[in-house]
Each structure stands twice: as C-alpha cells, then as structure tokens.
C-alpha cells in the first residue's frame, strides 16, 4: 500500500524559507513520477512543481527561480525547498506520485503553508 506523508510546513514572513517533505512507502519516488500541487482557499487545486521518474523536471511560472523540487533514493523522499516566500504562495501543499504510463496515481493529506506577517 502507498502512501505519501508531506511535512515542513508552517508559518513563514514574506520572503521567508520552507522545506516541504513527502516521504514515501510501498513504492519508490525514483520509479515513479512526482509532484507537488497546492490548494488556496476558494481556488482549484494547481501543479507546483513535477519530477519524472527519469529526473526531468517542470514549475509552474509562478515559482520558478523560487522552488526547486527533488528526490532522495535513499530515504525515498522529495523535497520542495521553497524560498522567498509571497503572501500568494499560502495554501495547502499537496504530495502525488503517479505511475508512468498510468492513471495510478497516489495523495497525501496535504501540508500547510501560510506566508504572512
């Protein structure tokens, strides 16, 4: 059985630093395709930031330059250091794992980020 725990998150001032964890088990962040999504309040759900199992990876403009996203093997977590945190980056931050060439696709629960002073 999957599952995906996110962490790291919190309360944070503008232009502030987080680190958002997703550790895995019962499969392998290496073998599979990764992201992270967040959920602002009364707004949709939006892709933040993917790695593919062959280690390419993709940012939503917004956060580029700011997040960078990637796995260690050996713990079989992904990281999302976060830096210079806005105001508009609070939501809840969301782990996903999806099988290539697949519609398997796993959640966690979430992690909330809240940048505010």
């Known amino acids: 059985q999957v599952q995906l725990v996110e962490s790291g998150g919190g309360l944070v001032q503008p232009g502030g630093s987080l680190r958002l964890s997703c550790a895995a088990s019962?499969?392998?962040?290496?073998?599979?395709?990764m992201g992270w999504y967040r959920q602002a309040p009364g707004k949709e759900r939006e892709l933040v930031a993917s790695?593919?199992?062959?280690?390419?990876?993709s940012y939503v403009d917004s956060v580029k330059g700011r997040f960078t996203i990637s796995g260690d093997n050996v713990k079989n977590t992904v990281y999302l250091p976060m830096n210079s945190l806005k105001p508009e980056d609070t939501a809840v931050y969301y782990c996903?794992?999806?099988?290539?060439?697949?519609?398997?696709?796993?959640w966690g629960k979430g992690t909330l980020v809240t940048v505010s002073s």
């Open positions: 019962g499969s392998s962040v290496s073998s599979n395709n």
């Open positions: 996903k794992m999806r099988r290539p060439f697949s519609a398997v696709e796993y």
């Open positions: 790695i593919t199992s062959g280690g390419a990876t």
